[in-house]
């Protein structure tokens, strides 16, 4: 696979695998101490990242669920935000300025706060409640957080008694990170083609449902957006026949990427209008993965986790193929802002 160190990949994945059990003492403890609600924040794509958790428990759940953007947060009352709160806060550097903000907003109010990054010396490694430590960098981190998330959210059902998914999701934990390198080394052919594809095409939309809908936000804004300057319009597959399709016509690329879980109609009813109106159509099914030892039921689950492995493949095709490194920035932690 081009420029892909599998031992590293594998390594990482595993080491967020391996947080299951301190994951499951602390949502233990929080559950047994009363709370009653769950925050995920973070900023940018972290934040998006921590959305398929937060969907399986406001599904699943009777905790109130919210996921706020740090930035805003720290600027309203929230009424439901105090001392049986739980806040969980992703930052792979632990020094996302935004949300260290947030974290101390959220203390003074008497959240129990969680955090997870790459680091533990750091501002958000040092200052949460719990820190839960995984290094990763940026092409591997999307996974992680989204492992991490689906463990918080298993756990908290477990000790909830609301619902089984940890019985789900522990019995194959183990097999999910070559799981996961597996499916990227089936896609990698396939990523060359689109990255052949996609090189000079000035536009996208990019769109999707259910716990793919976060992947194609996320891929849209941080990947294609930030890391390649390739304007790009993330749009939820609800929202897509409310707008959107206007825009839809021979020669506009549209990219769907579609889940296994119970939202797929969603992701159907887009392929079937964009198949008729552009042809430049880029469907990603996590469906056709081929990911050993790893049934239906956890396959429902991990979508986004899937999606994150395969695009990440396409993401260095494409920088390769444009000469623009996925590192490049002109503004984002090079000016003030």
């Given at each position: ?214 992947q194609a936000f996320y891929y849209g804004m941080c990947i294609l957006e930030e890391m390649q300057w390739i304007r ?106």
């Amino acid at each position: 696979m081009l420029n892909f160190d599998a031992e590293r990949f594998l390594k990482i994945e595993k080491g967020a695998v391996a947080l299951a059990a301190e994951i499951d003492a602390a949502a233990q403890r929080y559950v047994a101490e009363g709370i009653d609600s769950v925050f995920f924040l973070g900023t940018g794509g972290a934040a998006i990242l921590m959305y398929p958790a937060a969907a399986l428990l406001a599904e699943r759940s009777r905790l109130k669920i919210f996921t706020e953007r740090s930035a805003e947060l720290v600027l309203m009352d929230h009424r439901s935000l105090g001392p049986r709160s739980l806040v969980v806060i992703p930052s792979l550097s632990g020094t996302t300025k935004e949300s260290i903000a947030a974290l101390d907003f959220c203390r003074a109010r008497g959240a129990r706060i969680v955090t997870l990054v790459g680091h533990a010396d750091t501002p958000l490694g040092r200052s949460a409640d719990r820190a839960f430590v995984n290094f990763a960098e940026d092409d591997t981190s999307s996974e992680s957080f989204y492992i991490q998330g689906l463990l918080i959210a298993a756990a908290l059902l477990k000790h909830r008694g609301e619902a089984n998914l940890h019985e789900i999701v522990t019995p194959h934990l183990a097999q999910l990170p070559q799981a996961l390198l597996a499916a990227k080394a089936s896609f990698e052919p396939r990523a060359a083609r689109l990255a052949e594809t996609f090189r000079n095409e000035p536009y996208h939309i990019i769109t999707g449902a259910g716990s793919a809908w976060p992947q194609a936000f996320y891929y849209g804004m941080c990947i294609l957006e930030e890391m390649q300057w390739i304007r790009t319009r993330p749009v939820h597959a609800s929202d897509f026949f409310h707008g959107t399709l206007e825009l839809v016509e021979k020669g506009v690329s549209v990219i769907l990427l579609k889940s296994e879980d119970e939202f797929r109609p969603l992701a159907d009813r887009v392929e079937q209008f964009a198949r008729q109106y552009t042809d430049k159509l880029t469907v990603i099914d996590p469906a056709e993965a081929d990911l050993p030892g790893i049934p239906q039921a956890f396959r429902a689950l991990i979508s986004p986790v899937v999606l994150a492995a395969e695009l990440e493949r396409l993401s260095a095709h494409i920088e390769h193929l444009r000469n623009h490194p996925l590192t490049t920035r002109r503004y984002y932690k090079r000016v003030a802002y």
